[in-house]
T-cell receptor, first 111, second 118 residues
Framework: GESVGLHLPTLSVQEGDNSIINCAYS??????FIWYKQESGKGPQFIID?????DKRQGQRVTVLLNKTVKHLSLQIAATQPGDSAVYFC??????????FGQGTELSVKP | GAVVSQHPSRVICKSGTSVKIECRSL??????MFWYRQFPKKSLMLMAT?????????EQGVEKDKFLINHASLTLSTLTVTSAHPEDSSFYIC??????????????FGSGTRLTVV
């Protein structure tokens, strides 16, 4: 089945620490995955993406890991800053080009 | 980069009236547009997919007569919430894929529309 939205889990970290946000996706045929950041009252903002033929991709301060065996994605944010506080969603591109969102995690960064 | 403009950002309407939300791709041709709905503290739920010049494909449970989607051009899609009721109050977000991005499966999101039905 497709991912269904649930109440958001929360992650609280200290400024400067690394954050790891996890996501389980639903469709083994999904071939492309994206992490988004969403601030209150705004649309999702692209962070980083990864194709299914890769297991790791790095950006600026962010790394995405993909484990297809267990259908798991993670987003690692290095040296987390207060401006990183937001809700983070993983999304999977399923058959037909639809982008389906995971449940999301609310990241709170303490100064 | 690709930019999608969504308008209005906020709208308040009376029960029974209809509201139109516009989603425009500003610098690329949007061959496919997606409409999402988001409740507070929840994830984005896909409502429908529209391809330019074709009828929209609605997700299970989404009333097509309630949520009218038009994608008549490569730069504009509209979502009309007809005969709105308070339970239609939500955050509506559009996303577009286009020729510019097709090779990289790009999805560009609008800034969302907060609809409040009173």
């Amino acid at each position: 089945g497709e991912s269904v939205g649930l109440h958001l889990p929360t992650l609280s970290v200290q400024e400067g620490d690394n954050s790891i946000i996890n996501c389980a996706y639903s469709n083994s045929a999904s071939d492309y995955f994206i992490w988004y950041k969403q601030e209150s009252g705004k649309g999702p903002q692209f962070i980083i993406d990864i194709r299914s033929n890769m297991d790791k991709r790095q950006g600026q301060r962010v790394t995405v890991l993909l484990n297809k065996t267990v259908k798991h994605l993670s987003l690692q944010i290095a040296a987390t800053q207060p401006g990183d506080s937001a809700v983070y969603f993983c999304a999977e591109n399923i058959q037909g080009g639809k982008l389906i969102f995971g449940q999301g995690t609310e990241l709170s960064v303490k100064p | 980069g690709a930019v999608v403009s969504q308008h209005p950002s906020r709208v308040i309407c009376k029960s029974g009236t209809s509201v139109k939300i516009e989603c425009r791709s500003l610098d690329f041709q949007a061959t496919t547009m997606f409409w999402y709905r988001q409740f507070p503290k929840k994830s984005l739920m896909l409502m429908a997919t529209s391809n330019e010049g074709s009828k929209a494909t609605y997700e299970q449970g989404v009333e097509k007569d309630k949520f009218l989607i038009n994608h008549a051009s490569l730069t504009l899609s509209t979502l009309t919430v007809t005969s709105a009721h308070p339970e239609d109050s939500s955050f509506y977000i559009c996303s577009a894929r286009g020729i510019k991005d097709s090779l990289s499966y790009g999805y560009t999101f609008g800034s969302g529309t907060r609809l409040t039905v009173v």
